[in-house]
Structures are given as C-alpha cells and as structure tokens.
C-alpha cells in the first residue's frame, strides 16, 4: 500500500478587492415604467411590482460593467462559454431551462449572476455587448400571466466562485425539501435505443435482459419501438418518417404478443421495466393526429409528425391518462417521458404554465397506479419547477461521445446539485472499440447514474469484463458517487476534473492529465481517493494504480481508462 503526504494547498488566486456596483433598475409592465431601483450589495433578492392577476409583459433592464468578465454560464445543454459573444439569450420556462445566467473570469472568480425566481412562465433574457458604456446591457421579459406572482430579481456580486453562486441560487429555487426519490432511480439502467432502434421485440429483450442484469443492471427501458409493428434502423433514410406512427401509446402486438407476462419475465429476474413515450409529438398516421388537428401546431416537423400544443389541457390530461393506463394494463415500472421541451418557450404564445400541468399530470397518472413509479425526463426540462414530477434526469443524446455524455452530466448537476438521480445518456461504442476507450465510456458516466445500450447479444467476453468491472465499481461506491458533495474544476469551457466527497470516501474523475493534482489538495476526512483517469494522457501520481479492466498496472503512473487509490498518512493540508 502506498501512503503519501500532500502539502498545504494553495491560496485560491482571487482579488483582495473587487468593487460592487451601483446599479440602476428599471421595471416595466406592459412598457409602462413601475419602478427604478438602486441596488447595492453583495447579494440582493428584489421583489418586482408586478399588477396582481394580470396578463402582460414585465420587462427589467440594468447594465453590467464589463469589467473583469471573460466567460458566462447559462442553463443551456452545453453551459459555459469562454468567450464574450456581441448578443446572446436564454429562452425558458418551466418545460426548457430557467432564468438564471453567472459571469465570471478566467479563474472562475464570479463578477455578477443574476436570475429571476419565476421558474414556470415563459421568460427571455438577452444580454448585448454596449462598447461606448463597457457593459453588457441585459433585458428580461417575462410573460406574465392571472396566475404569476411574487416575482423576486437575484442579484449577486460576491467575489467568491462561479459556482457557489450557482449553489446559493439553486438554494432558493429548489424545493425545500427536496423530493423523495425511490431507490430504484439510483439503478443502472440498459436502454434498448442505440442497440437496435426500432427493431425490438420481445424475443430479443428477453434475450439481452439476463445479459444485463448479469453485468449489473437492474433497470430496463424500452425505447422507441413498442408502440409499431415495423422493424427500423434509425438513419438518414428512415429520419424523414420516423414518427409516423407514434401517439396512441398502444403496444405492437406483432411485437410483443403478450405485453404482461413478458414484463413479468424481465421483473422476475430483478429488473424494473420502463418504456418510451412522449405527449409533445404525434405521428402523421395516429389515431389522435386524426382525430385532433385542432390541438397541433402549424408546421408538421420533418419525422412525420407534429407538435402539440399544450394550451389544450383536456386533450393533455387525456393523453395524460392513457400513460397512466399504459402503465396500469402492462404492469410496467414507469415510463420514460421524452420531448416535453419540443414546444418553444414564446413571450407571445407561452407555454410553461400549461407544459408544466401537462407534466403533472402525467406524473400523477404513473403514481397513481405505481407510487414509486420511475419517471425519465430528459436534459433541457431538468430545471427545479420540473424536479417534483420525475424521478431521474438524463442527459441529452451523445452517442460514441463519452467526454460530451460527462459534460452534460456535470451541465445538470450545476442546474440541479446534489442527491438527484442524474442519468447518463446511454453509453453507445463501436464493435471494435479499444479497451480503454471503453473503460472511459464507463468512468464518464460515473458523474451520474450509468447507462448503457449495446447489442449484449454480440458482445466480446472482454468487453463484457471491463463493463462489469465499472458496474461493480459504481455498485461498491453508490454511498459517495449518489450521495456525495459534487464539486468541479473547469478549465475554459471544458470540465477538466469532477470530484465527490462524503467525508468517508473520495472519488475524482479526471479529465485534463494537466490538472490532475488540484483536486487532490482539497482538505478532506476521507482515508482514500480514488483517481479515474477519464483523460487522453497517463497520470504520474504516487498511489497504488489500476489498469481499466481493475487489474494492478505499473507503480505510480494510472493508465488511461483506469485508476489510482491514494491513502494517505500524517498529512498536511
């Protein structure tokens, strides 16, 4: 075993003074001017004037002094920018986003975050470069409605990290408490999605299933492909007519013949069993496109299919209905809900308010026949109004891409925080993929719940290895990688390292080799660290090291795709 000893850490490099700024606000409603507000201070929540129960735009402008900003973050799918763009936006609602945008320097040092706490009507913020008077001029919209009210502006100029200020707001705009999540969204999960598309039937599902439970996963989705009895690759060919047939949510029967008893054959071998399903899109050649074109937006989109529109709350509370019924008839576990951000956010035609209804009541519908039903929603919707009405949020498609699946992992982790089911996007490589590409395909997902969907049917015994080893890792180390502090170092617009601590254990996943030491000299209880190397390069660190199958590797240098287990003794922070 090897034992070191760290030296103290250094100071965090950061301003001895940074000056705040008085800053004029004005408040306008229906472009009558309410209020001009002076706001001073580190940290300020001021409430806006806003009519009670009225309909109407509530527009706030102020400038922020471009003095020391050289990057921003905004709640989007990719996070930060390390460039100041001329203009930019943020559209949000309770379905996509909400309103909260940080900027900071180049260290991370934070110059001035600002949101609002409306997190359901439909909002736009847009920030313009003003040469002549050095600042980013901002303009936030919301469109108010009968039912909005006490709306507070967050302001916050402390010089302290980006990211702390992100933990402070997401302190005021999470419920409190949080949401009890079952136990089950903490499991790994196989998809059938990237596998085999919408060629899946019972048949192979009941072949893969006990291949990934070996493997260790113990939660199952359906994707796309159970509601149609045609057997497709999704590519270039097929795009154009993709989603013609979806909508009705009834099972294939040239399919899955006996929809129950083969859930019931998944269940008994320890797994819950979820399929896909989305409200928001209805397939040309459905019953409902038919029966309902009245309830669709204008443009049919180049799948075959179209948009609801969520103003139409019978038709939503309809199809609302048949997800729980879905779930009721087929004794499944829960659904993956998709695409409820497909419906823009609009000042002129909003949609949060009744998007967000839409979601509850497909979220009481599941509960209602299963209480700890599971329910996926997926990045883009993983925004606090959200949080009561699913179960776990994954990250948006990024398939072959496990640097991308880990950022969009870290990206909602920033907009949610700690203790919520964060799911990878499902883990997706070629046939001949090298070892420890592999290996970092499994360690990137860490930073989440793992996921994968590959054909385990034609899987190489070694693949097979490595992907149980990971999934072993994660089952043996759920108590920190779940229940953790989640804490990251960025460098530019790249997450150069991801670290959880629960004071008994610590665990960093390492994306830039460069870096690697920083996260190491953080003060920590923890007796170990375990280092994964989730970069392109060797890390040199002296600690008992692994190679990416969990096999010993040559002292003091961590392999790529595997790890290092750091004790320490006698040390000095």
Known sequence: MVLIT???KEQQVRCDYYPQTMMKIQIFFNDIERASLEAFGKRERLALPIPAHASGLCTVRFSVPLRDIQQYWTPNTEGVCNRLSWTFEVLCGAQSKFP????????????FTFGTDDLVDDTRILAEVNQTACTYDITLEIACCPETENIHLLLDQRDISWMDTLADARSELLPNPLPRFPDAAWNPVFCTWYAVHGAVDAKWVEQVAPLARDLGFTTLIVDDGWCYPEYKRLSPETLSTWYQDIGDWNVALEKFPDMPAHVKRIQALGMKYLVWTTAMLWGARSRRYANHPEALTDLPLECNCRKFDTTHEEIGQEIAERMGTLVAENGLDGLKVDFIDVVPNSLKHPNGRTSLRLAKSISTAIRQTIPDGLIEFRQNYDTPAMLPYATQFRV????????????????IRLCLGDRIPIHAD????????MPEN???????????????SMDLTKLPPATAALIRHWMNFYNAHRAVLNLGHWEFGFADTTCAWARTDNGHERIIIVSDAVRFAEPLTHPTEAAATWLLNLSSQPILCPCETFGPNGLPASPDTIPCGGFGVVRFHNRTI
């Open 396 to 411: 948006m498609d990024a398939p072959f891409d496990y640097i991308l699946n880990f950022e969009r992992a870290v990206q």
């Open 438 to 452: 592999i290996a970092r395909h499994l360690i990137a997902m860490l930073v989440a719940v793992p996921m994968i």
């Open 426 to 433: 499902p883990a997706y490589w070629t046939e001949d993929e």
């Open 6 to 8: 760290l030296p103290k």
């Open 100 to 111: 909260l945008v940080a900027f900071f320097n180049r260290i991370g040092m934070n110059r």
